[in-house]
Each structure stands twice: as C-alpha cells, then as structure tokens.
C-alpha cells in the first residue's frame, strides 16, 4: 500500500470553502474601502498645503535627521518642528475624520 502523499500534495476536496489563503488576501483588496481612504487623504492634503513650500521642505528635513527621534534635534529644532506640526493640526484632523472611521466600521453578529 502507497504511503500518503505529504500535506503539501495532498488534493484538496473540491469544494466552494477550498480556496487558498493567497486567493483568500487578494480577494480582500476587492474590500478596501476606496471612498473613506480618498477622504482621508483630501483631509490629510488640505493640511499638508497649509504649509508654505518652504516650510513643508524643513519639516520633512528635521524629519528626517532626527529619523523619530527627537533626542536627536537640537533644542531649537525640536522647536521649529513643534511649531511645524502645530500648524498642521494634526488634532483636527483626527476630529475631522473621526466620523468617517466610525461610518466605516461594521458591526460583526
């Protein structure tokens, strides 16, 4: 008598419920919710353009010397960059979508 075949040849019944977990992901992408994700970026842009070009540039600069880390800035540049995000009102942001987060959110029963 033949040995069973290992996990990994085995045939899987043919049946609606065998599908795979690759196929399983990619049919998730299918339910990205694309309407709430372009609001949060237009909400996420509008107070992106509240900095001038000149002051978007500094804070990706300081952003990206102290990688994370403010121990890393001088005192005057943990300034510059407290004033920085200040002025996107990140708080109001998250007020603004905080709406949208909920409508999004489906009960499971």
Do not use: Y
Request: proline share 6%.
């Amino acid at each position: 008598m033949a040995a069973p075949a290992p996990p990994s040849r085995q045939r899987l019944p043919a049946t609606i419920a065998a599908v795979s977990k690759r196929e399983r992901a990619v049919s998730g992408l299918k339910a990205v919710p694309w309407t709430l994700l372009l609001q949060v970026g237009l909400v996420l842009d509008r107070r992106w353009r509240r900095l001038s070009e000149k002051e978007r540039a500094r804070l990706l600069r300081l952003l990206r010397e102290s990688r994370g880390r403010l121990d890393r800035l001088s005192a005057k540049q943990r300034e510059d960059l407290r004033k920085l995000v200040r002025k996107l009102d990140l708080i109001g942001a998250g007020r603004e979508l905080r709406p949208l987060v909920r409508s999004g959110r489906r009960r499971k029963r």
